[in-house]
């Protein structure tokens, strides 16, 4: 069975860019969450979808949106890039009703520059 | 507010050595879940353990065990007999429950990285 999975695994974007970073879930998981590990500040909760809904957001300015699709993948946007969005990106997954453990995908890595 | 606080930033060790990650959770819910991850330098998360706030029994899993006291909000983890390949970051980290009893989101501590020396 495939594990979540990100793309790209590598991005390099200069300021003031644009940056979609995409995630596909385990089959069968409806939530994707998604994670900022940057240098220095460890590992912060950005966003939270559930059946196509926005669920939860994390404390980040609006540039940082997303969405999930009928097939539960989702992808991160990120707007207006700044230096300090450079981090590695991570994607989770799991089902909704149950509090499992979270799946996580290998990482973006978001270089900008 | 709720926190996890992992005071040791680094540790290293040599090989054979058993080794205790510390991890001190705030929390004012009743129900709550706490977790251990591994990231290998390959950035992926591993997941190694989950406890919800009724279990604390301890918990063995081969070379790897884990002491869950309420009392001190604390979950500790211990490796056993370390080996070079347990060289990785070890967060751990507290679910808060939201939409649905679903993981509003994980609150992680800080990492600790354990470097076991050959």
């Known amino acids: 069975e495939a594990g979540v999975t990100q793309s790209p695994t590598h991005l390099i974007k200069t300021r003031g860019q644009q940056a979609t970073l995409r995630c596909s879930p385990i089959?069968?998981?409806?939530?994707v969450y998604w994670y900022q590990q940057a240098l220095g500040l460890g590992l912060q909760f950005l966003l939270w979808y559930d059946e196509g809904e926005e669920r939860n957001r994390g404390n980040f300015p609006p540039r940082f949106s997303g969405r999930q699709f009928p097939n539960y993948s989702s992808e991160l946007n990120v707007n207006a890039l700044e230096l300090e969005d450079s981090a590695l990106y991570l994607c989770?997954?799991?089902?909704?009703?149950?509090?499992?453990?979270?799946?996580f995908g290998q990482g973006t890595r978001l270089t900008v520059v | 507010a709720q926190k996890v606080t992992q005071a040791q930033t680094e540790i290293s060790v040599v090989e054979k050595e058993d080794v205790t990650l510390d991890c001190v959770y705030e929390?004012?819910?009743?129900?709550?879940?706490l977790f251990w991850y591994k990231q290998p330098p390959s950035g992926e998360l591993v997941f190694l353990i989950r406890?919800?706030?009724?279990?604390?029994q301890n918990e063995i899993s081969g070379r790897y065990s884990w002491n869950f006291q309420k009392s001190t909000s604390s979950f500790n983890f211990t490796i056993t007999a370390s080996q070079v390949v347990d060289s990785a970051v070890y967060f751990c980290a507290l679910s808060e429950i939201g939409y649905g009893g679903a993981t509003n989101k994980l609150i992680f501590g800080t990492g600790t990285l354990l470097a076991v020396q050959p």
């Open positions: 929390t004012r819910d009743t129900t709550y879940y």
């Open positions: 989770a997954s799991n089902i909704l009703g149950g509090v499992t453990e979270a799946f």
């Open positions: 406890r919800n706030s009724f279990d604390e």
């Open positions: 089959s069968g998981h409806t939530s």
